[in-house]
């Protein structure tokens, strides 16, 4: 079956090091990794470079954004896109420029991860649908936020199995067989969240993406 693509998966690369670009103006960062050919985006203390040139697989120049040109750098992500799962993958949700059509464990994954973050209510045909992801986003950093992060996903799991139970034609790789929260990690100095959830299907595909909140 065939839906619109609403979700990107990026993968973060593994850098090595990050040090000032001498000289150039505005200010600019040099960074070292590997598997640079394919970025797509880079983020800067969290915040999206506002533009950047890879040069060699290994290095690419980095503007730092406006708001952070007069602080200390303390991370940078380097993104790349990718039709992988992993447990390194990032969800980035959007339609982007061209529609693209997306089936398999991609459209479960997508369908899983907008019915996370739906709030309760906010669909006029089934108010109880939503794990209501979305709402934790900016909640204090405690043991309850893991608690009801978890029991967001359970709650889709369940959501997802009863919709999916009196679908006769729905092929089992897009069948939801599992999904577990499997990472949980707190950024307390950017004030971010990084939950990875593993999804199983029916037909034996597993998969696994982190989403920043």
């Known amino acids: 079956m ?9 993968d973060v690369l ?14 600019s960062l040099i960074v070292t990794g590997a598997g ?5 985006t880079v983020l800067v203390n969290g915040v999206e470079a506002p533009a950047f040139v890879v040069y060699k697989r290994t290095e690419l120049i980095v503007e730092v954004p406006v708001d952070l040109r007069t602080v200390t ?5 380097v993104l790349s896109a990718t039709n992988s799962f992993t447990a390194q993958s990032l969800i980035d949700l959007t339609l982007g420029t061209r529609v ?8 479960l994954l997508q369908s899983f ?16 649908s939503g794990g209501g992801l979305q709402t934790l986003v900016g909640t204090n950093m405690s043991k309850r936020l893991a608690g009801d ?8 799991k369940q959501q997802i199995l009863a919709a999916q139970a009196p679908e006769r034609n729905l092929p089992a790789e897009e069948r939801l067989l599992a999904a577990e929260i499997i990472g949980y990690t707190e950024d307390a100095t950017n004030s971010a969240v990084y ?13 696994a993406a982190t989403l920043l909140a």
């Open 149 to 156: 992060i978890a029991l967001a996903v359970s709650n889709v």
């Open 36 to 40: 640079f050919a394919d970025v797509v």
């Open 195 to 207: 939950v990875t959830v593993a999804i199983t299907t029916q037909a034996g595909d597993k998969s």
């Open 73 to 77: 750098i303390t991370d940078v992500s």
């Open 100 to 107: 693209q059509g997306v089936s398999g464990k991609q459209r």
């Open 113 to 128: 991860i907008r019915l996370l973050l739906r709030s309760p209510g906010s669909n006029i045909f089934n108010r109880r």
């Open 2 to 10: 065939k839906g619109i693509r609403l979700l990107r998966l990026l």
């Open 14 to 27: 593994p850098v090595k090091s990050i040090r000032n670009a001498i000289g150039v103006s505005p200010r």
